[in-house]
C-alpha cells in the first residue's frame, strides 16, 4: 500500500467529487498532506484516511463545516456529544418549519383546487369559521397598482411576503357599500393561517354568517358583482352587519393569464 494518494485517487475510494475536495481544501477543512511545487498536483496520505471518513459521517448528518471543524480541533468525546446535541437541536428546527412549510403547501393546493373548481357567478349563503387576521389601515383607490401597494405597506409593517400570498384582502366599510361606492378600499387585511409568524396587532373575523360570490376577474370586475349581491341580500330580507371583504383566490402570484383569475366577494349579514 503506497503513502500518498492523488485527488482523483481519493475521489474514487471514498466517493467524494475532486470539486468537493479543493473546497475543503479551500475552507482549510481538509488540505492535502502534500502539494507538488512544480505541478501544484495536490495528495493526501494514508493517515489522512480517518479524518475523511470522519468528515463523510459528519456530512451526511448534514453537519456545517465550522462545527466539523470544531471536533477535528479538539477531537474528543464530549465535543463530539455536545456537537451532536447542538445538531440534533438545529435538525429539530428544520424539522418544525419543514411541517409548517408542508400544512402552508396543503393549504394553498387546497384552496387552488376550489377557487379552480367552484362554480362562479353563483350566489351563496353560508357559515365561515373564525379567522385570525391583521389590518392595515389604509384608503386605497382601486383603479391603483394593486401590488405597488402590498408592496409599500408590507415593507412598512415589516411582514414577511410569505404571509401575504394568496391572503391579502381589500375591505369596503359598511357605510360606502350600502351606498354602493366601491372605488375605495377603507383597509387592508391579512388572513393568517396556521404557522404564519407574526408578533404585532392581530384581530379576528368572527364566525358567521356571510353572502359571498366568486367571478372571473380582478379588483376592477367587482361592481357588478357587488351590485348582484346587494340585491340578492335585499330581497331575501338580510341585513349586512359588517365590512365587504374582497378577497383574490388566484391573481398575478399565481398566473399571467388573466382568463384564470377568480376574486370571490364576502358580505357579512345577519337573517331579518
Do not use: W
Not at 485527488?7 to 481538509?30: A, C, M, N, P
Request: charged share 30%.
Amino acid at each position: 500500500m503506497k503513502d500518498y494518494y492523488s485527488i482523483g485517487e481519493i475521489s474514487q475510494l471514498f466517493g467524494l467529487s475532486i470539486r468537493t475536495l479543493r473546497y475543503y481544501d479551500k475552507v482549510e477543512l481538509l488540505k492535502p498532506d502534500y502539494v507538488d511545487e512544480k505541478t501544484h498536483y495536490r495528495y493526501y496520505s494514508i493517515e489522512q484516511f480517518e479524518v475523511i471518513n470522519s468528515i463523510i459521517y459528519l456530512r451526511t448528518l448534514n453537519m456545517s463545516i465550522e462545527k466539523i471543524k470544531i471536533f477535528l480541533q479538539h477531537k474528543d468525546v464530549d465535543v463530539l456529544m455536545r456537537v451532536f446535541l447542538e445538531q440534533k437541536e438545529e435538525l429539530m428546527k428544520k424539522k418544525r418549519e419543514l411541517a409548517i412549510c408542508e400544512k402552508k403547501i396543503d393549504n394553498r393546493i387546497f384552496q387552488l383546487k376550489d377557487a379552480l373548481e367552484r362554480p362562479l357567478n353563483q350566489i351563496h349563503v353560508c357559515e365561515i369559521e373564525k379567522r385570525k387576521a391583521l389590518i392595515l389601515h389604509h384608503d386605497h383607490d382601486k383603479s391603483g397598482n394593486i401590488e405597488t401597494y402590498v408592496r409599500e405597506i408590507s415593507a412598512q409593517y415589516d411582514i414577511p411576503s410569505l404571509i401575504f400570498l394568496g391572503k391579502v384582502a381589500f375591505c369596503i366599510d359598511k357605510k360606502h357599500l350600502l351606498q354602493r361606492r366601491y372605488q375605495t378600499f377603507n383597509s387592508t387585511i391579512v388572513i393568517l393561517e396556521q404557522g404564519d409568524e407574526y408578533t404585532g396587532e392581530c384581530f379576528y373575523l368572527e364566525k358567521g354568517l356571510y353572502v359571498k360570490i366568486r367571478y372571473c376577474g380582478d379588483h376592477t370586475d367587482a361592481d357588478l358583482y357587488y351590485n348582484q349581491l346587494l340585491d340578492y341580500i335585499s330581497n331575501n330580507h338580510f341585513k349586512i352587519i359588517g365590512d365587504a371583504i374582497e378577497l383574490s383566490l388566484v391573481d398575478y402570484c399565481y398566473t399571467l393569464d388573466k382568463d384564470k383569475y377568480v376574486m370571490e366577494l364576502q358580505i357579512p349579514v345577519k337573517k331579518i
